[in-house]
């Protein structure tokens, strides 16, 4: 068992910031990458960000010079610092996860977690 425990959602008024955390425990022998997803209501989740163990940085275009995601390796822990919202930033942000579950495994795993509601207000 994986679990993916996230938090720092919440209201913010646009232009201001939040900081979303997420800290992968359980079954996990090796981390390939972390990451952020989102999905607002009536549309389809979509990545945010994702970062890998070497540090490359992937980000969607409308998260490019606002949005910053880090990684703690030895903590297992992701960040999303997330700076000038916008009302359509609203969503439910999930952690990310792509992982081996032991050695032996061939192909990583992906797994997100339960979600954290960010809401930005006009």
């Known amino acids: 068992q994986v679990q993916l425990v996230e938090s720092g959602g919440g209201l913010v008024q646009a232009g201001g910031s939040l900081r979303l955390s997420c800290v992968a425990s359980?079954?996990?022998?090796?981390?390939?990458?972390m990451g952020w997803y989102r999905q607002a209501p009536g549309k389809q989740r979509e990545l945010v960000a994702i970062?890998?163990?070497?540090?490359?940085?992937t980000y969607t275009d409308s998260a490019k010079g606002r949005f910053t995601i880090s990684r703690d390796n030895p903590r297992d822990t992701v960040y999303l610092q997330m700076n000038s919202l916008k009302p359509e930033d609203t969503a439910l942000y999930y952690c990310?996860?792509?992982?081996?579950?032991?050695?032996?495994?061939?192909?990583?795993?992906?797994?997100w977690g339960q979600g954290t509601q960010v809401t930005v207000s006009s």
């Open positions: 359980g079954s996990i022998f090796s981390i390939s990458a």
């Open positions: 970062i890998s163990t070497s540090g490359t940085t």
């Open positions: 990310y996860l792509n992982y081996r579950r032991d050695a032996w495994e061939t192909r990583p795993r992906d797994h």
